[in-house]
């Protein structure tokens, strides 16, 4: 069972970046790895992804110039560099892992999940 751990999180003004990172307990070389995000009240929804081998990735429309999703095989652990923050990114974060799909985009394509991480958004 994999088990993935995101930190990095907390509060910042709007416009300030943050790094967010998710560690995973074994090899994810194999894994796509993606980052979600869930504001109170609304559905999770995709942030971005990259393929096994680093060379695909997608981002969600709202995030695209801001966002950078990067990973490191051999620490087994995936970023998302988040600058230019708005009060709208305020969510939980979640990262997750998937082995079914080249660069999967919907929860359901996931087979692992970590607990989130707060981001916070001050205006």
């Known amino acids: 069972q994999l088990q993935l751990v995101e930190s990095g999180g907390g509060e910042v003004q709007s416009g300030g970046s943050l790094r967010l990172s998710c560690t995973a307990s074994s090899f994810v070389g194999y894994y796509a790895l993606g980052w979600f995000r869930q504001a109170p009240g609304k559905e999770r929804e995709g942030v971005s992804c990259?393929?096994?081998?680093?060379?695909?990735?997608n981002y969600t429309d709202s995030v695209k110039g801001r966002f950078t999703i990067s990973r490191d095989n051999t620490k087994n652990t995936v970023y998302l560099q988040m600058n230019n923050l708005k009060s709208e990114d305020t969510a939980v974060y979640y990262c997750?892992?998937?082995?079914?799909?080249?660069?999967?985009?919907?929860?359901?394509?996931?087979?692992?999940w970590g607990r989130g991480t707060q981001v916070t958004v001050a205006s």
């Open positions: 990259i393929s096994s081998s680093s060379g695909m990735t």
């Open positions: 997750a892992a998937g082995s079914r799909f080249n660069l999967p985009t919907r929860p359901s394509e996931f087979d692992y």
